[in-house]
């Protein structure tokens, strides 16, 4: 292997990665791993390139401009959270997804809602802190491979140089020279890779300690363990290892060095206000049913109205300074099955001026569920057997078989969605999974009759079934 020097200077302007997709592409790649949900995708579609529009906007405009929070409606298990996780990564935004309820159960209460900021600061710290990395990693290796060329020959230090006769001197240092630039070609080269030498890697130094914070400390935005790793001294650890797992260990403690942490910041601070997404799940958790009632409905309405400010727009504290959230894209998203959106204190509704509903899903989408996304259940199936090196496939009418039987589980007792594929794709493989390798069957070929043979009896019997599908 050869230990490329590459493009170190390539001027990384990308600091605001803002989604440069149109709405129709977003919508293309979305359709890649959701099927269906056609008017959620395009309404996300449609609040993330409005956001790339508002950046295009003249300043004075341009802080006018609100985004487009949505809240996707819809029975559980079709596509709520997939859609967002998927966005997410589409565009490299920071993202974080909570749960709204969270902050109503016990142990959360009084907990603030603007630790989801602080979380998705974190990530975005992450975020930008890895691609600063990898933007340096060549000037990184070019000081990893000198630090190794010091390790391979020690430099000639001034006591060792005879004083005195110049023209002996010259000669050594000379001849030291020559040789270390031929081990630096060696080296580049890939000859050394085998070659042992003795690294310092230092450990994090951070002593075994458990840090429980209770309530409040996070909200002081330090980090404690940080802190103390801080004020510990680095333990440096020598280690034997080869030369081409040094140049990585080296490289990466180079990159560490080099990185400005205050531009990391200050990138990620921009980033996370122009760019971050929130998703927040459960969202119907939190709309109180009937008003006016003492209980567990304050503490919903409380978690609401803390919602209140983050959502529309207010600063911050965190570790890295202070986040403003007035244009983090915020989606909720919620079955909405006893409450309704407009069970929400009004100033919150408000505040989601897009309300999405996502269908639910029928036989036919669970026929393309099954096969036609990348991340496919048969397709996972498939790839656990291959492991074992063991091929299976399934006839069409096979898969028509179990989506029409996952539809009909659905109605029957919960309807569940596309979660309802899981639990019959591993009943209808229990054993398959279980019985090999030993079985040594290479390969297994399931058709239409082998799902109802399997499935018939847990599915005519209504009690196993509520157990078992
Ligand atoms: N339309 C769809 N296309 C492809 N896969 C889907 C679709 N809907 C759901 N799934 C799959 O079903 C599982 C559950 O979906 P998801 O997490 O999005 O549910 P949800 O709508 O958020 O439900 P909940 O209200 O319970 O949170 C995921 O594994 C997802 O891949
Ligand atoms: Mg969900």
Redesign the pocket.
């Known amino acids: 292997m050869t230990h490329q020097l590459t493009n170190i200077t390539k001027s990384e302007n990308k600091d605001l990665v803002i989604e440069e997709l149109t709405p129709k592409q977003i919508v293309k790649e979305l359709d890649k ?5 056609d008017k959620a995708k395009k309404m996300v579609a449609i609040a993330l390139r409005n956001r790339w529009r508002r950046q295009q906007v003249e300043e004075s405009l341009r802080d006018e401009i609100m985004p487009n929070n949505i809240i996707l409606i ?10 967002s996780r998927r966005l997410a990564k589409l565009v490299k935004a920071p993202f974080v997804k909570v749960e709204a309820s969270k902050f109503t159960e016990v142990g959360y209460v009084g907990r603030d809602v603007e630790s989801i900021i602080r979380d998705l600061m974190e990530i975005g710290v992450q975020m930008v802190r890895e691609e600063k990395k990898a933007a340096l990693v060549g000037k990184a290796t070019e000081n990893a491979i000198e630090r190794i060329l010091d390790i391979l020959l020690p430099p000639i230090s001034r006591q060792q140089k005879p004083v005195g006769e110049l023209s002996e001197n010259d000669d050594l240092e000379l001849r030291h020279m020559r040789t270390r630039e031929k081990l630096r070609e060696q080296l580049i080269n890939g000859k050394l890779d085998e070659r042992i030498i003795e690294v310092d890697v230092q450990s994090d130094g951070t002593p075994m300690m458990q840090i429980f914070s209770p309530l409040g400390i996070e909200e002081m935005g330090m980090n404690i363990q940080e802190m103390f790793s801080g004020m510990m001294p680095k333990k440096s650890k020598k280690r034997r290892t080869t030369v081409s797992e040094a140049l990585k260990i080296l490289t990466q403690q180079e990159a560490q060095k080099l990185i400005d942490m205050d531009e990391v910041t200050r990138v990620a601070i921009a980033r996370v206000q122009e760019s971050g997404i929130v998703f927040l ?2 969202i119907d958790k939190i709309a109180g049913g009937s008003s006016g009632k003492s209980g567990p409905d304050v503490s919903r309405e409380g978690v609401q109205r803390d919602l209140l400010p983050v959502v529309e727009g207010t600063s911050v504290t965190t570790k890295y300074g202070i986040v403003k959230t007035d244009h983090i894209l915020f989606v909720a ?3 909405f099955h006893v409450s309704k959106p407009s069970d929400l204190i009004p100033e919150l509704q408000g505040r989601f001026p897009i309300r999405v509903e ?1 269908t639910s ?1 029928n036989e036919n ?1 669970f026929i393309r ?1 099954l096969t036609e ?1 990348k ?1 496919a259940l048969i397709i996972q199936y498939k790839a656990l057997l291959n492991s074992e090196e063991v091929e299976l496939k399934f006839t069409k009418d096979a898969i028509c078989e179990i989506a029409k039987t996952a539809a009909m589980v659905n109605t029957r007792s919960e309807n569940i ?3 309802r ?2 639990t019959i794709l591993s009943t209808l493989l229990e054993e398959i999974l279980y019985e090999i390798p030993e079985n040594k069957i290479k390969k297994y070929k399931i058709d239409g009759k082998d799902v109802t043979e399997k499935l018939d009896s847990v599915v005519k019997d209504e009690d196993l079934s509520r157990y078992i599908l």
């Open positions: 791993y959701i099927i269906g949900q819809g029975p559980t298990g079709v596509g709520k959270t997939e859609i799940d459960e998203s919620g079955a996502l899903l989408d569920i996304p991340n969605g596309a979660r594929l899981h």
